[in-house]
């Protein structure tokens, strides 16, 4: 494992120094076409006069409110790991139509609907975490998925999604039950960055009862035919599940000096009672 941190360190020293000096680019997943629906995730957004956080405020939007994005403003706001261009939007309200200025950091990065509720993606905020590899503190970007019914927020959970260099693109998407007791279907949350050495994060959610439950989160980085680490899950209705279960697979390969490789295995079965799942 020590070789194959060694090698993703040197990967982030490089990409790190090829972006010194354009670093203020907007996370890949909040860019949104223009004249394209979206909708609203952070509560309570301000929609502004102008693209500037200190422009009037002309109204405040809730979750799930749909937006009409009209066009997208050059500029840029940060907060935290989070780069959003600002968008002038036009939105519904009862009979009327509004428009204005929305930060994009605001919007949701996905969202599906599915057996009458509503499932929206997006980042929330920049947490300073204790790198667990080296001294210091990283900077930890936390995405959450709201459920909801109509308006109401039904459900909720949040989970990791490494730095802004993994923000490049996302996708979510909605799977089935995977032969999972009780489940009534999944929800698979991706993001992913595009460098050497930068990590993809892959978070499954099972959706049971009107709630939420996060599975253990998997990540995936490689560097072309040099060395690779991946993470998968093997679910019951998958080739070699088992009932009741889901199989936590990890897999690294790494090429030595002599172009020789070395791989390590590991694997955890997780039991599922139909309510919630233990380690085996």
């Given at each position: 494992m020590k070789p194959f941190i060694s090698v993703l360190f040197l990967c982030l020293i490089q990409f790190f120094?090829?972006?010194?000096?354009?670093?203020?680019?907007?996370?890949?997943?909040?860019?949104?076409?223009?004249?394209?629906?979206?909708?609203?995730?952070?509560d309570f957004t301000r929609i502004r006069q102008s693209p500037n956080v200190n422009a009037q405020i002309l109204d405040s939007l809730q979750t799930n409110q749909p937006v009409l994005v009209l066009k997208k403003d050059e500029t840029i706001l940060k907060l935290g790991e989070r780069r959003a261009n600002w968008y002038k939007i036009s939105y519904q309200k009862g009979d009327k139509t509004f428009e204005g200025y929305v930060w994009g950091g605001n919007l949701c990065v996905g969202y599906r609907s599915k057996n009458g509720y509503d499932f929206l993606f997006g980042l929330t905020k920049t947490i300073n975490k204790k790198n667990p590899d080296f001294d210091g503190t990283i900077q930890q970007n936390i995405a959450a998925i709201k459920m909801l019914e109509r308006n109401t927020l039904i459900d909720e959970v949040s989970f990791d999604t490494g730095s802004?260099?993994?923000?490049?693109?996302?996708?979510?998407?909605?799977?089935?039950?995977?032969?999972l007791k009780n489940v009534e279907f999944t929800l698979k949350a991706m993001v992913s960055g595009e460098a050497c050495g930068i990590a993809s994060y892959d978070q499954y959610v099972?959706?049971?009862?009107?709630?939420?439950?996060?599975?253990?989160?998997?990540?995936?980085?490689?560097d072309a035919d040099v060395y690779y680490h991946s993470e998968t899950f093997v679910f019951p209705n998958d080739k070699g599940g088992i009932p009741n279960a889901f199989i936590f697979r990890m897999e690294e390969m790494e090429k030595d000096e002599k172009d020789r490789e070395k791989k390590n295995n590991a694997s955890k079965t997780y039991l599922w009672n139909g309510d919630s799942y233990r380690q085996k």
């Open positions: 120094s090829a972006q010194e000096e354009d670093y203020e680019y907007a996370n890949g997943v909040f860019q949104f076409e223009e004249n394209k629906t979206q909708k609203i995730f952070t802004g260099e993994s923000l490049s693109y996302a996708t979510f998407t909605i799977e089935s039950n995977h032969k099972l959706v049971k009862d009107k709630k939420m439950i996060t599975l253990p989160q998997l990540m995936n980085v490689g």
